[in-house]
Structures are given as C-alpha cells and as structure tokens.
C-alpha cells in the first residue's frame, strides 16, 4: 500500500510515481528520429551482370529439317511396307531385314526430330542417321531388282534432303542459340 500524500501538499508536481500497470498506449506525442537507417530507402536499379543474351536464330531450317524428315519417315515406312508385303512369299529373310532396317530408321527419325525441336545436341545426328538408314532401304529395292512404279525411284531425294537440311549452318546456329 502506498503511503497518503501529507496533509494539504496538494497534487504532486512531478512525474507520477511508478506503477505496476503496463501502459498500452503513449502518453506523449512520438519524438522525431533524424537516423538515415529510418528513412525510406530509395529501390534498386539492376545492372547488366555477364554479355547479354545474344538475339535467338531464325528457326525456319529446324522446321524445314522437321518437316523433311517426317515426309521421308513416311515415304521410307510406305515403301518398306509395299516391298514386305509384295516380297514375303519368295524372300522372307529380305523382308525381315528391310523391316528391321525401317524400325531403325524410324526411331532414329522420330527421336531425331524431337531432340531437334527441343534442341538437343543429338538431334541433327539422329536425324543424319535415320536418313541414311532409309537411302540403304532405298538402295536394297535397287540391288533387289524390284519391278518399281516410277514415282518410287525419286523417293531417295526425301532422305537426302534431310540430310542437307539438317546439316545445314542455320540449322546448327538454331541448336546452339537455346
């Protein structure tokens, strides 16, 4: 308990005395603080950190590549598939070659042309590949002296623009600009 101010002292002048109780709010108005660390700090600028990016290559050759590729595929599987099913009844091993030789070359191409729109070193390579593999199908229907429909005696030209289309400059520039 707290003592009972002396008779006729009147309020007390100074400042209160302690108490027990946690004020919740301030009693006074806030004091002005002139610290720098207060004070609004003005936002960043960014900087260039390394070169900058180079501008991305004109993706045109690895759409030709692409497109090429997916036609030969076709062209390749069409003409396999004739030769099978026209050859299984005299030559049976000549057939399992060119069908083996087609499954090569259709995953090649089929991988070729994905690794080549996402960029992937590999692709031109597998493209390269699979083109080749399907001019040796080609050059089996030759050496097997196979009656032909004249239309199939242009169809190497497919795989063959494949393969300067993929190993083209632009091509590579493309590849490497990702």
């Not at 299984?88 to 995953?107: E, H, K, N, R, Y």
Request: glycine share 8%.
């Amino acid at each position: 308990m707290r003592p009972a101010p002396p008779a006729g002292a009147g309020p007390p002048t100074g400042p209160e005395p302690p108490t027990g109780l946690i004020r919740r709010h301030p009693t006074g108005a806030q004091p002005a603080v002139d610290d720098p660390a207060t004070q609004i700090v003005p936002r960043a600028k960014p900087i260039a950190v390394g070169p900058s990016r180079a501008a991305r290559a004109d993706p045109t050759s690895a759409i030709a590549t692409s497109v090429a590729s997916i036609v030969s595929g076709w062209a390749t599987a069409v003409i396999a598939t004739d030769l099978i099913t026209g050859w299984w009844a005299t030559d049976p091993l000549f057939c399992v070659a060119v069908g083996f030789l087609t499954t090569i070359s259709a995953a090649a191409t089929i991988a070729g042309v994905i690794a080549l729109l996402l960029r992937q070193r590999n692709g031109r390579l597998l493209v390269v590949v699979g083109a080749v593999i399907a001019l040796l199908i080609f050059a089996s229907l030759f050496v097997a002296g196979a009656a032909l429909p004249a239309l199939v005696y242009a169809m190497p030209v497919l795989p063959l623009a494949s393969i300067v289309v993929a190993l083209l400059p632009a091509t590579g520039a493309w590849n490497r600009s990702g």
